[in-house]
Every structure is written in C-alpha cells, then in structure tokens.
C-alpha cells in the first residue's frame, strides 16, 4: 500500500490521510454554514415618545414602498452582517434629514438582525438612522416607532404637519444586489470544491491500492 512518510518518520497509509483531510474539510464547510445561518439576536427597547424619537434618529418620513430588493435569498436560511433589503420609497412628507422625493434606504435581513419588514404598495412613517452599509443613505429596523402609518396616528399628532420633499429629486440608486455573490457565499463554494476534490483524490488513491 502506498504510504505518506511523516517528518519523524512515521508512515501513515495515504488514504487515511486523505480521509482526514476531507473530513477536516467537510467540518469546516459545515461549521461556516452554521455561522453565516446563525441570526444575530435583536434586543430593543421600548421606543421613546414621536419626539423624542425624533431628536434620536436621523431621519424621519412618510413613504410608500414601491420597491423592495435582497442581498440575499429571503426564502433561505442564511445571511451575512453585509446582507441587507434595499427599500424605495416615494415621499409625501418628510420632518428630519436628506430625504428626497424618490428614496432608498436599507434595513438589515430580518429573522433576528433587527430588520424590518416593509411591504410594497404600503405607506409608512420611517424614523432612520445614517446607514453603516457606507450607500450615503439611511437603514431603519424595529427597534423604532417605523410602522405602517395607518397605525402611526399618535405619531403624526406629535410630529405636526412636517414638509414636502423637494420635487424632482431622487436619492442614490441601490446596488445591483441580485448580481453578485456575496463574499461569504464566494468562500462557501470554494470549500465545498475543495471538498469534493479532495475527496475524488482519496477515492482514487484508494481504487489504485485496492488493485494492488
């Protein structure tokens, strides 16, 4: 049988090594899957008064969603810190911040990481905070008084009548999100190509000393 001396001279039989090797590799392929599925837990607390919320947040609006794009698979299981959904908004009135009349804010992949489920063709009164995703935008998620403005009356009485958005404008158009593989997932498929290439090595390496 062919063998594989080590450096203090011991000899281990070559496809026990290569076992080895691919089930260190299929470990860590199983161990990264976990990672990237693993939701970050979200903790909020109770949001404060519309006020006071918003002297907080950097951003606060009324808009329908007439858009809404993933970085990620939302029928999947696993994201990334670096996922995120791309929201459009039109806007009717705005009471804080750079806010255009077309906008696009982010909210981090729901399921734990704190992001919020916006909804096409619905109307909301968003309080956002500057976006750390660096797309000079806004990202908004639960822990605010964001809700759908049907259900947001006591907000609007606090608020006041607020401004109209400057017409004609547009905010700074998404990322093609849906084009790209993710890092993460570029890393996935390299492991799992190491995988089966070192498992092919050990299968025939095997075949080769069985006919021996």
């Not at 070559?14 to 470990?27: E, I, N, P, Q, Y």
């Not at 696009?104 to 729901?110: L, R, S």
């Not at 190509?193 to 050990?202: E, R, S």
């Not at 025939?204 to 069985?210: F, L, Q």
């Amino acid at each position: 049988m062919p063998t594989l001396a080590t450096r203090h001279g011991y000899k281990q039989p070559l496809r026990s090594t290569l076992g080895v090797a691919s089930f260190a590799l299929l470990l860590g392929f199983l161990w990264f899957l976990a990672a990237a599925g693993q939701a970050l837990a979200c903790s909020c607390v109770e949001p404060d008064s519309p006020t006071e919320e918003l002297a907080k947040f950097d951003a606060v609006f009324v808009g329908t969603v007439f858009s809404v794009q993933h970085s990620y698979d939302p029928e999947g299981t696993s994201v990334t810190p670096d996922d995120r959904t791309t929201i459009g908004f039109e806007v009717s009135t705005v009471w804080k911040g750079t806010v255009h009349e077309t906008m696009y804010i982010t909210t981090p992949p729901t399921g734990g990481s704190c992001g919020y489920t916006f909804v096409a063709g619905e109307e909301y009164i968003v309080y956002a905070y500057e976006s750390h995703y660096g797309d000079d935008s806004y990202t908004a998620s639960i822990c605010s008084r964001t809700a759908l403005l049907s259900a947001a009356q006591a907000d609007l009485d606090a608020l006041g009548e607020g401004q109209a958005p400057q017409a004609g404008t547009k905010g700074p158009a998404p990322e093609d999100t849906q084009s790209s593989l993710n890092a993460g997932w570029v890393f996935a498929l390299v492991l799992a190509a190491a995988i089966l290439i070192v498992g092919a090595g050990g299968f025939v390496a095997y075949a080769r000393t069985g006919r021996g």
